[in-house]
T-cell receptor, first 110, second 112 residues
Framework: DAKTTQPNSMESNEEEPVHLPCNHS???????IHWYRQLPSQGPEYVIH?????VNNRMASLAIAEDRKSSTLILHRATLRDAAVYYC???WGYGNKLVFGAGTILRVKS | NAGVTQTPKFQVLKTGQSMTLQCAQD?????MYWYRQDPGMGLRLIYY???????DKGEVPNGYNVSRLNKREFSLRLESAAPSQTSVYFC???????????FGDGTRLSIL
């Protein structure tokens, strides 16, 4: 399994963009990069995933470095509801056998 | 709209007692998973079932057994609970071949 490095915590102001970085220098060529988040007292929820190209969905954008050794999850306008732990997870396929690290705690200030 | 349902939500056990955690999904998913999450840490995979009738060990299977009762239900059993098994347990499911995993809200288990 590829090792990941994420900041322990980050803070953002409401309505501002947030860039959550992740280093995964040992990622294999076939590993996707998955992002999940976990709101307080809830199970994780899927945010986005990608392989090589940048990806957008209604929740976020994922920017993947050309060498695939790092990626950045972008929340375009943070809201209080986005306060959560964000996990970056390299893994095979679309999401079987996910390996969660400690993640990044995102705090959003009003 | 139920998704993944876990029961019970909370449980306190004494050391040595047995307990079965229940999980059911209504999304017709083939694959199901059990994770545990200790305080301040990420989730760790205990067991998973790629399809009905199959189960495989994950990262931390010791002390647990699982049963894939049918396509909808995947249970986790602690035969002789130990304080080290105090944790929050999450069940998840996804279609065969991948796609995002859908998680339940967890069972908070304390073993005294």
């Amino acid at each position: 399994d590829a090792k990941t490095t994420q900041p322990n915590s980050m803070e953002s102001n409401e309505e501002e963009p947030v860039h959550l970085p992740c280093n995964h220098s040992t990622i294999s060529g076939t590993d996707y990069i998955h992002w999940y988040r976990q709101l307080p007292s809830q199970g994780p929820e899927y945010v986005i995933h990608g392989l090589t190209s940048n990806v957008n969905n209604r929740m976020a954008s994922l920017a993947i470095a050309e060498d695939r050794k790092s990626s950045t999850l972008i929340l375009h306008r943070a809201t209080l509801r986005d306060a959560a732990v964000y996990y970056c997870i390299p893994g095979w396929g679309y999401g079987n056998k996910l390996v969660f690290g400690a993640g990044t705690i995102l705090r959003v200030k009003s | 709209n139920a998704g993944v349902t876990q029961t019970p939500k909370f449980q306190v056990l004494k050391t040595g007692q047995s307990m079965t955690l229940q999980c059911a999904q209504d999304m017709n998913h083939n694959s199901m998973y059990w994770y545990r999450q200790d305080p301040g840490m990420g989730l760790r995979l205990i067991y998973y079932s790629a399809s009905e009738g199959t189960t495989d060990k994950g990262e931390v299977p010791n002390g647990y057994n699982v049963s894939r009762l049918n396509k909808r239900e995947f249970s986790l059993r602690l035969e002789s609970a130990a304080p080290s098994q105090t944790s929050v347990y999450f069940c998840a499911s996804n279609p065969t071949g991948g796609r995002p995993q859908h998680f339940g809200d967890g069972t908070r288990l304390s073993i005294l």
